[in-house]
């Protein structure tokens, strides 16, 4: 599964100097766009360039795209039309400002993006990380460069490992791509042709990468892959393993008190994976296991090859093994031939399972998916009409499950300063973003504290 959706942290920066060649990277899209962006960045420094925060400091300027909604891809567009100025600017003759298009926007359209946007020097896909430096010097040297064709070998590990300095100016919590790709294929999605087909990385090259990240001040690691519990490598032992095996591994790296995994399908949680949770204190009691719906009809039509009651007691299974385990989902309303009845089960299946967090969104018919040659599409009215009525389920399923952390003790993982003297802000093992007074302890400590109240979107917390 594709994860989210908002644009998330922005990666380390640096002043840059005179001279230097400086890359603006804009990220939309999921946690491993946010990965990717960071690699990228990696890999450019190794040709002098520096990352900078503003673009219009930027000769070159990349867009890290994401296709899974339409609205996500037209973002693109919009952006590529605001840079026609600075490129007209920059560009007198000599290519002191390019642009250019990853991710999976550029894996889905290609060539089509350079007809579209002339303000385009190249197109680079997921897959073929490892050309962007070379395509770069090409695009500068005047080429419009599109690199898109990949092979199954390219996939991982092409790119430089992160250099210490950049990952310390990231911070305490850190992602690490496991797997990439998917070969689910359920008929709303474009992952499977975006990002290719299955692929996981060996154990040795992930612990490498973990150990890496913990030399460098990191405490926290989420594993991502579009479908992260799909996750099977070789193992330190020749041996292929699982996720659960690779979980109790990096429970085993020194300095690494937290562990995350993202994004899973109910299918692949097996019982070496429950068992993880249930046996590793590191593994943090919040999993996002989406459903896209609570209909068995809707969810055969998805392709999602299970039934609502199979989630359902897969649930129990996980809750049993870890009780103060928060589950968080994904939802699309208004899939085509989606009946009123259809879409009460899924509200049904909200009400019982009780999240604590969750992204819904409006089925978009994405090119070249199965769904979207359906007939019967849903009108969009009512895919509003049934996003809002899901949306304030889910947002008062949030705000309850904040009111129940209250006069919890709870450790937390402390990330950075917060807004005002002598605060600091930590993470729960629910993920929120919790407000403390935690004077005499650092950055990268967990403490312990007990939540006394909630806002919006965060938690205050008092030392213990
Ligand atoms: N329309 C709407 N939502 C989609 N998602 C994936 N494809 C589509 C689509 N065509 C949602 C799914 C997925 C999440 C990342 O995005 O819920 O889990
Ligand atoms: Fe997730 Fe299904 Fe898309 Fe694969 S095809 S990324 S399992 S939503």
Not at 258 to 263: C, E, H, I, K
Not at 271 to 297: E, F, K
Not at 356 to 371: D, E, I, M, V
Request: glycine share 8%; net charge negative; proline share 5%.
């Amino acid at each position: 599964m594709a994860q989210h959706q908002t644009l998330t942290k922005t990666g380390a920066t640096a002043p840059a100097e005179e001279g230097q060649r400086k890359v603006y990277v804009k990220t939309y899209g999921c946690q491993m766009n946010v990965y990717d962006s960071d690699r990228m960045a990696d890999a450019l420094a190794s040709d002098g360039y520096v990352r900078v925060e503003t673009p219009e400091e930027a000769d070159l300027y990349l867009i890290n795209t994401c296709h899974i909604r339409e609205k996500a891809a037209e973002k693109v567009y919009s952006e590529l039309g605001r840079l026609q100025k600075q490129k007209r600017r920059a560009t007198a003759g000599a290519k002191d400002f390019v642009v250019g298009v990853t991710g999976c926007v550029a894996q889905a359209e290609g060539e089509e993006i350079f007809n579209r946007s002339p303000v385009v020097d190249l197109v680079v896909g997921p897959q073929t990380y490892h050309r962007l430096p070379a395509a770069v010097e090409r695009a500068r040297a005047g080429e419009r460069v599109l690199e898109t064709d990949y092979a199954m070998e390219d996939k991982f590990d092409k790119l430089p490992p992160p250099r210490e300095k950049a990952v310390r100016a990231r911070g305490v919590s850190a992602f690490l791509t496991v797997q990439e790709g998917c070969d689910k294929f359920c008929a709303f999605c474009v992952v499977p042709y975006t990002r290719g087909s299955e692929v996981s990385r060996s154990v040795a090259q992930i612990v490498g990468e973990a150990k890496k990240l913990v030399d460098a001040g990191v405490r926290e690691i989420t594993l991502l892959g579009q479908n992260v519990n799909a996750w099977h490598g070789e193992g330190e032992d020749g041996r292929e393993w699982g996720l659960g095996e690779l979980l109790h591994r990096l429970a085993a790296v020194d300095g690494l008190e937290r562990l995350r995994y993202t994004t899973s399908h109910p299918r692949d949680m097996d019982d070496a994976l429950i068992a993880a949770h249930r046996d590793l204190p590191q593994l943090m009691p919040y999993l996002h296991l989406p459903v896209q719906s609570g209909s068995d009809r809707i969810l055969k039509a998805m392709n999602r090859r299970h039934k609502a009651e199979d989630y359902l007691r897969l649930i129990d299974r996980i809750r049993t093994a870890r009780p103060d385990l928060a589950l968080s989902g994904d939802f699309i309303v208004g899939f085509p031939g989606e009946t009123d009845a259809d879409f009460d089960a899924t509200m049904r299946l909200v009400e019982e399972v009780g999240y604590a967090q969750a992204y819904s969104f409006k089925y978009s018919q994405r090119p070249g998916t199965p769904g979207a040659e359906f007939g019967d599409q849903v009108p969009d009215p009512v895919k509003a009409e049934r996003l809002e009525r899901l949306q304030s389920l889910l947002t008062e399923q949030q705000f309850a499950f904040q009111r129940q952390c209250v006069g919890r003790e709870v450790d937390l993982l402390l990330e950075k300063p917060g807004r005002w003297e002598n605060q600091t802000v930590g993470r729960s093992p629910w993920l929120q973003p919790t407000i403390v007074d935690a004077r005499g302890a650092e950055i990268g400590d967990i403490i312990k504290v007990r939540i006394i109240r909630t806002e919006a979107n965060s938690l205050f917390a008092e030392r213990l």
